[in-house]
T-cell receptor, first 112, second 113 residues
Framework: KNQVEQSPQSLIILEGKNCTLQ??????????LRWYKQDTGRGPVSLTI?????NTKSNGRYTATLDADTKQSSLHITASQLSDSASYIC???????????FGGGTRLMVKP | DAGVIQSPRHEVTEMGQEVTLRCKPI?????LFWYRQTMMRGLELLIY????????DSGMPEDRFSAKMPNASFSTLKIQPSEPRDSAVYFC???????????FGPGTRLTVT
């Protein structure tokens, strides 16, 4: 069964600090891995999308890594801001791109 | 671009009533997806369309749920009859022909009492 596990479930950090969110998956065959940011009351917004051959991708202060051998990904947030407070969802695709398995998300709170 | 538009944003209905959720995808996108999000189960893909044709509806929970896409700019998700366990946020998303990057709408929060 395809599964995506994220950790931690929730995280509180101080503004300006860095943090790393983890994602482990057992999706096969692997097509791509995506990280989404979801603000409270809003729809998810895509941060990064990585295919099998990519092991890192950045989007501003967000950097995602992918280890296809160990089936792990991480999302690193640098110099956090209050606006980074949101849920971060790891999503893995098992085909050309449209059948997705979602992780449960990590709820991040950045405090001043 | 207005993005993906969903209506209504909030819906409260009584058990047994019919509920219709609406979605207008981004112009030029030919993939449309319906998702459901709950605290217990997170985000779940219900069904997706390509060029107005349903491609995979294996995520539709039961026969009470149905989805249509009569044209490239409009889709509906209908629940009949609704039950309290259908209470969730329902998202619509659309994407370009590559189908990889999906753009989500703001969601419809459904409460069935």
């Amino acid at each position: 069964k395809n599964q995506v596990e994220q950790s931690p479930q929730s995280l509180i950090i101080l503004e300006g600090k860095n943090c790393t969110l983890q994602c482990n998956y057992t999706v096969s065959p692997f097509s791509n891995l995506r990280w989404y940011k979801q603000d409270t009351g809003r729809g998810p917004v895509s941060l990064t999308i990585m295919t099998f051959s990519e092991n890192t991708k950045s989007n501003g202060r967000y950097t995602a890594t992918l280890d296809a051998d160990t089936k792990q990904s991480s999302l690193h947030i640098t110099a956090s801001q209050l606006s980074d407070s949101a849920s971060y969802i790891c999503v893995v695709s098992a085909d050309a791109g449209n059948m997705l398995t979602f992780g449960g998300g990590t709820r991040l709170m950045v405090k001043p | 671009d207005a993005g993906v538009i969903q209506s209504p944003r909030h819906e409260v209905t009584e058990m047994g009533q019919e509920v219709t959720l609406r979605c207008k995808p981004i112009s030029g996108h030919d993939y449309l997806f319906w998702y459901r999000q709950t605290m217990m189960r997170g985000l779940e893909l219900l069904i997706y369309f390509n060029n107005n044709v349903p491609i995979d509806d294996s995520g539709m929970p039961e026969d009470r749920f149905s989805a249509k896409m009569p044209n490239a700019s409009f889709s509906t998700l209908k629940i009949q009859p609704s039950e309290p366990r259908d209470s969730a946020v329902y998202f619509c998303a659309s994407s370009y022909p590559s189908g990889i990057r999906q753009y989500f709408g703001p969601g419809t929060r459904l409460t069935v009492t």
